[in-house]
């Protein structure tokens, strides 16, 4: 029972930082940017 407890709460970790990582992309920012992209604009 608790390794079916503690799956659930790691299942639950994974997807809210999934999400958060989608919410972080949608409004522009990543952690793969290294502002050498030429047609990204992020970097001005």
Do not use: E, F, P, Y
């Amino acid at each position: 029972m608790g390794t079916w407890i503690v799956g659930i709460i790691l299942l639950a970790v994974v997807v809210l930082i999934i999400c958060a990582m989608v919410r972080d992309k949608k409004k522009g920012k990543s952690i793969q940017c290294g502002c050498d992209c030429k047609n990204c604009g992020g970097c001005h």
